[in-house]
């Protein structure tokens, strides 16, 4: 039925000759006696129904002095069930964003939002052992790294740059809800090559806080980004050509980190005399790949494990020595964990991650090979395979 619906949908244009007719063979619906006795009487009802609301409607639109006394009663049900306040629609006050984001993180020390990512090095390489724990994104060429954003309702947008400690207000048209704040970055999408190629601004989220007024910050990582996913989804106006694409970032398992260097590629980049690194997006958009945020998104004490028994991830205490395969909230690393333990891979120069670089690496730093030999190894050590 969607793709039927989708279809309707396409076929419904005034240009299209083209459209659907039948659905199930009327042939098919008669062989069963009891159903389609029921579909022609259910129908019937529904017809003589319409036609009894449709002559209503015309009497009311002939005379302008006609009243329902019964619609003001059916609201209030409506409202009811569907449990929605009976007060008029008015827009949120007018709030400095500042305030607005002590008052949503209320109780909270805020000092570690000015705390930069740690650093991939090496060293530290070593201390993301327990893979299955961490969660990365992959980021890209910005004017101001990754940081908050708060809506303030509509247009009325803010990003905090952590050099200067103030809330600068967002150039690009975007309407997000009240009360809506995440970690994310403002990024270049890029379409096509060369002289063709098509700059976009585009909001991605990297994690979220508030969406809506609702606080998503003790879910897990995962959880986050699907209700961000909603919100994007809910807040996408792609008629309005004037509006940034507003997006959530792909998260990937550490173990799978070499997914990512699948798409990576060197590409031609407009007013550039060299090729870049490029994260391939899908959909013929690319971005200019700058590094790989890491979180680790499982809290201690806990830590997540494989089970060679049961082929499948599982959740281990490594203070109590206590196993489950279900997921508790108590498990889950929240935002304020997942903000501060942040790891940041930057893929300066002197990083290979692809062949096609060819460049000369720099043994100081870490490579694509490094991370991905030191995966493989860990998550084949720990699936038995």
Sequence with gaps: ?????????????????????????????????????????????????????????????????????????????????????????SAPPRCEPGVAYKQLMQGENLSYINNPPVPLTPNLLQKLDRIFDYHCVVCGETKIPPSLFIGLGKSNIYQYDTNSSKWLKLEPVLELPANTLFYGELIQELKGESRAQRRISALHIIDAIFLGGNDVRAFHFEKRMQLAEKLAKAVAKPSRSDYVPFRVKQIWNLPNVEEIFDRLAMKVVKNSHVPRLC???????????????????????????????????????????????????????????????????????????????????????????????????????????
């Design 1 to 89: 039925m969607f793709e039927i619906n989708e279809k309707l949908g396409k076929y419904s244009s005034t240009t299209s000759d083209t459209d659907i007719t039948e659905v199930v063979p009327l042939e098919v619906l008669k062989e069963n006696e009891e159903f389609y006795e029921y579909i022609v009487t259910s129908n019937d009802k529904l017809g003589a129904n319409q036609i009894i609301h449709l002559d209503k409607i015309r009497v009311f639109a002939q005379n302008t002095n006609l009243h329902e006394e019964k619609q003001s009663d059916i609201r209030k049900e409506c409202l009811a069930f569907w449990k929605i306040p009976d007060k008029a629609r």
């Design 279 to 385: 994260f391939d997006l899908g959909d013929g958009r690319h971005i200019i790949a700058t590094g790989l945020l890491i979180f680790k998104t499982t809290a201690d004490p806990w830590m997540t494990a494989f089970s060679k028994t049961n082929r499948k991830l599982y959740l281990f205490n490594t203070k109590k020595n206590i196993s489950i395969f279900e997921k508790l909230e108590e498990c889950n690393a929240n935002f304020k964990s997942c903000y501060s333990g942040r790891i940041l891979w930057n893929w300066e120069r002197g990083v290979q991650l692809i062949e096609e670089q060819n460049i000369k690496c720099d043994s100081s730093l870490v490579h694509g090979e490094t991370i991905a030999n030191f995966v493989r190894h860990l998550r084949n050590k720990m699936t038995g395979k």
